[in-house]
Structures are given as structure tokens and as C-alpha cells.
């Protein structure tokens, strides 16, 4: 993902300590040409935590159970 709008961003964005902070850091990847390219590598390689294709961690769970069911 070296072309994403994260690159030079602080990781705590995407790492936030609550549901507030999701916010931020999906607005940063509303913006972002690799936005669905992010989202498909945390889904494939099942990372639990934090924000990837402007999704958070309840959000991706959740597409991964409809995608098994």
C-alpha cells in the first residue's frame, strides 16, 4: 500500500483507542485509489485490529461472516 493516503500518517489514526477515532481515519481513506486494494488485504489475511479500506474491526468481521455464510 505505498500509494495510499496513510503513507506518512501516524499509525495511531488507524489505530484508535476508541469508536471516535474510526471517524478520522475514515475520512483519510474515503480519498484513497487503493482504498478497496486495503480492505481485500485485511480481509485475506484476516487482521483483527485497527482500520483498513475505511472499514474498522466490527465492520470487517462482519463482512467476512456474510461471505462465509
Same mark, same amino acid.
Given at each position: 500500500?505505498?500509494?495510499?493516503?496513510?503513507? $506518512?500518517k501516524?499509525?495511531?489514526?488507524?489505530f484508535?483507542?476508541?469508536? *471516535?477515532?474510526?471517524?478520522?481515519? @475514515?475520512?483519510?481513506?474515503?480519498?484513497?485509489?487503493v482504498q478497496?486494494?486495503? %480492505?481485500?488485504?485485511? *480481509?485475506?489475511?484476516?487482521?483483527k485490529? $485497527?482500520?483498513? $479500506? $475505511?472499514?474498522?474491526?466490527r465492520e @470487517?468481521r462482519? %463482512? *467476512? @461472516?456474510?461471505?462465509a455464510?
Amino acid at each position: 500500500m505505498d500509494h495510499g493516503k496513510c503513507v $506518512g500518517k501516524s499509525p495511531s489514526i488507524f489505530f484508535p483507542s476508541s469508536g *471516535l477515532g474510526v471517524e478520522r481515519a @475514515r475520512k483519510i481513506c474515503q480519498e484513497c485509489t487503493v482504498q478497496e486494494a486495503c %480492505l481485500a488485504y485485511a *480481509l485475506c489475511n484476516r487482521i483483527k485490529h $485497527g482500520v483498513w $479500506g $475505511g472499514r474498522s474491526e466490527r465492520e @470487517r468481521r462482519r %463482512l *467476512l @461472516r456474510q461471505a462465509a455464510a
